[in-house]
Every structure is written in structure tokens, then in C-alpha cells.
């Protein structure tokens, strides 16, 4: 749903571990998904999309899984790096419209 | 150019005080979003262009802010009588029509003092 000034939850893990970051997102026609990463100071960076017509599509490192029946969406990031601390979005659209990003989700990796 | 371009990148401007901030999308690119973003937080949808539509304005949060888009170029957000609370970063987005992802700009830091 649309991000309204809440302050991010917060994800620790240890570097090496595998991470996942959850989404829910509110509208049942949404039909594609993007995950975005943000490091502090820059603008989000595209990480890995999906469509509606797809559970599960694979990237290096990262894995997206859609769970429409439940409107769920999961980024799993595996064998992090210090370099993967920083906030993760989701974001829909339908029919190609509006994007609307999800809340984020700050990920910190412990060395 | 290689991507989306927003100027300024730092802007600090006096209570109630007009600002205009430009975004330039990538070329060829239809949709353009401004997001707001403030210390910490998540984007907040302002503002949606899409080819020659009418702009989706529902995410503007007073008459204050209002934004133009040229064809399917550069677009100005502008905030009339600045406050404090809209010190922010801004954030523009282009994209192309359908299902692909959206690129963005590395956003203009505005403190409002």
C-alpha cells in the first residue's frame, strides 16, 4: 500500500546468512512488482521485478516470491555482503499505472 | 542521458519562500512520478504523468504543491509558501509504458529553515 510517513521496521542479520524481506500489498489487480534498494543519500535502484503471472523468478543472489492469493510478496537475499545493508521497497502497479511503493524495510548486515 | 536528472541536488530556501524543483526523465520514457521522502521514512506518492493523460494529483498533499510536465519531457514540482514540514527529499522516477521498472533520480534535499 501507499507509504505514509511510518518510520521503517528494521531487519539485522549476519553476514553470510540469507535474508528475507516481506511485503504485503493491498491492491488484488496489481500486476507487477518491483523490489528497489535504496543506499543512504542515493536515489532507489531497481533489484529484481516480477509479474502476476509468476511465484517465483530468480536473480543473482536475490529470489522474489508472489503469493497472490494471500497479496504477499518476499525478497530473499542470499549470502549477504555488507554492501546489501540499505532500505528495500516493494512496489506495484496494474495495467502498467501508477507505482505505489510499500513502506521499506531497513536491512542492516552485521559483520 | 544516461538517467534520470534532478537539479538542484541541495536546496535550502526560507519559510514561505516559492521553490521549483526539475526532473529530467529519460528520453522516450512516458510515465513520470514524484515521490516525497522525509528523514527515514518511506515514498510518499505525489504526483503521476503518464503520456498525455491527466496527471494523477492524489498523492499532492495541500494546493500548495503543484507540478507541470511538458510533452513527455522535463517536469517542474513547485511548493508555494514553504514550510518546514516539507523539508524532504524529492524524488522523480520515468519509466516506460507498461510493466517495466521505474528509474530514479537521485532526488533534491530541500530544508525548509
Known amino acids: 500500500g501507499e507509504s505514509v510517513g511510518l518510520h521503517l521496521p528494521t531487519l539485522s542479520v549476519q553476514e553470510g546468512d540469507n535474508s528475507i524481506i516481506n511485503c504485503a500489498y493491498s491492491?488484488?489487480?496489481?500486476?507487477?512488482f518491483i523490489w528497489y534498494k535504496q543506499e543512504s543519500g542515493k536515489g532507489p535502484q531497481f533489484i529484481i521485478d516480477?509479474?502476476?503471472?509468476?511465484d517465483k523468478r530468480q536473480g543473482q543472489r536475490v529470489t522474489v516470491l508472489l503469493n497472490k492469493t494471500v497479496k504477499h510478496l518476499s525478497l530473499q537475499i542470499a549470502a549477504t555482503q555488507p554492501g546489501d545493508s540499505a532500505v528495500y521497497f516493494c512496489?506495484?502497479?496494474?495495467?502498467?499505472?501508477?507505482?505505489?511503493f510499500g513502506t521499506g524495510t531497513r536491512l542492516t548486515i552485521i559483520p | 542521458g544516461a538517467g534520470v536528472s534532478q537539479s538542484p541536488s541541495n536546496k535550502v530556501t526560507e519559510k514561505g519562500k516559492d521553490v521549483e524543483l526539475r526532473c529530467d526523465p529519460i528520453s522516450g520514457h512516458t510515465a513520470l512520478y514524484w515521490y516525497r521522502q522525509r528523514l527515514g521514512q518511506g515514498l510518499e506518492f505525489l504526483i503521476y504523468?503518464?503520456?498525455?493523460?491527466?496527471?494523477?494529483k492524489s498523492g499532492l498533499p495541500s494546493d500548495r504543491f503543484s507540478a507541470e510536465r511538458t510533452g513527455e519531457s522535463v517536469s517542474t514540482l513547485t511548493i508555494q509558501r514553504t514550510q518546514q514540514e516539507d523539508s524532504a527529499v524529492y524524488l522523480c522516477?520515468?519509466?516506460?509504458?507498461?510493466?517495466?521498472?521505474?528509474?530514479f533520480g537521485q532526488g533534491t534535499r530541500l530544508t525548509v529553515v
Open positions: 516480477i509479474r502476476s503471472n509468476m
Open positions: 504523468f503518464q503520456g498525455n493523460s491527466a496527471p494523477d
Open positions: 512496489a506495484e502497479s496494474a495495467a502498467g499505472e501508477k507505482l505505489t
Open positions: 491492491n488484488s489487480a496489481s500486476d507487477y
Open positions: 522516477a520515468s519509466r516506460l509504458m507498461g510493466e517495466t521498472e521505474a528509474f
